[in-house]
């Protein structure tokens, strides 16, 4: 079946320090892939989403490349502050049918001033 | 405008005892979704409604756990006999449609005495 792994944490920086959370993924057929955010006390949010192959998506500084030859969707961004402190996880949906998220198990990022 | 909501937002119960989460989707939205995130387990899929139907049922965990949505909208969550290992966070998500980005509540949080 489909799964994600992504990178375990945590995962400590200090401000200004360019991040990278590895995403990768096994799927059967063309998913889409996305990255979650769930912010300390807060609900999970959408940070940014890919649909196809060497689509890239990007919100608040933060983007992802589909790499569909890798498998692929790490998440990066070149500055972190203080307010990125979250967990992230990174999530496909399938072809067909339910369009069920699949996560993987999160990274929870701190970021230091 | 009015995003997910979920009631109540924490409850306690008895080992053995039944309760009901409820989830009231976007309006206008004809999917709806309940995720349980916990520790040991992380973000997993229970059960995907389209309109009023349910045609995919493959995460709830066990027959003590089902689910129904009346009117297109409102869903409710029903575990009966509650276990210890049932404790978790359920959320909910709705979206437009298949294929359309999922926009989550700020989930229920449960604990089993």
């Known amino acids: 079946g489909n799964s994600v792994t992504q990178m375990e944490g945590p995962v400590t920086l200090s401000e200004e320090a360019f991040l990278t959370i590895n995403c990768t993924y096994t799927a059967t057929g063309y998913p889409s892939l996305f990255w979650y955010v769930q912010y300390p006390g807060e609900g999970l949010q959408l940070l940014l989403k890919a649909t196809k192959a060497d689509d890239k998506g990007s919100n608040k500084g933060f983007e992802a490349t589909y790499r569909k030859e890798t498998t692929s969707f790490h998440l990066e961004k070149g500055s972190v502050q203080v307010s990125d402190s979250a967990v992230y996880f990174c999530a496909l949906s399938g072809q067909g049918g339910s369009e069920k998220l699949v996560f993987g198990k999160g990274t929870k990022l701190t970021v230091n001033p | 405008g009015a995003g997910v909501s979920q009631s109540p937002s924490n409850k306690v119960t008895e080992k053995g005892k039944d309760v009901e989460l409820r989830c009231d989707p976007i309006s206008g939205h004809t999917a709806l979704y309940w995720y349980r995130q916990s520790l040991g387990q992380g973000l997993e899929f229970l059960i995907y409604?389209?309109?009023?139907?349910?045609?995919?049922k493959s995460g709830l965990p066990s027959d003590r756990f089902s689910a129904e949505r009346t009117g297109g909208s409102v869903s409710t969550l029903t575990i009966q006999r509650t276990q210890q290992e049932d404790s978790a966070v359920y959320l909910c998500a709705s979206s437009l449609g298949v294929q359309k980005t999922q926009y989550f509540g700020p989930g229920t949080r449960l604990l089993v005495l």
């Open positions: 409604f389209q309109g009023n139907s349910a045609p995919d």
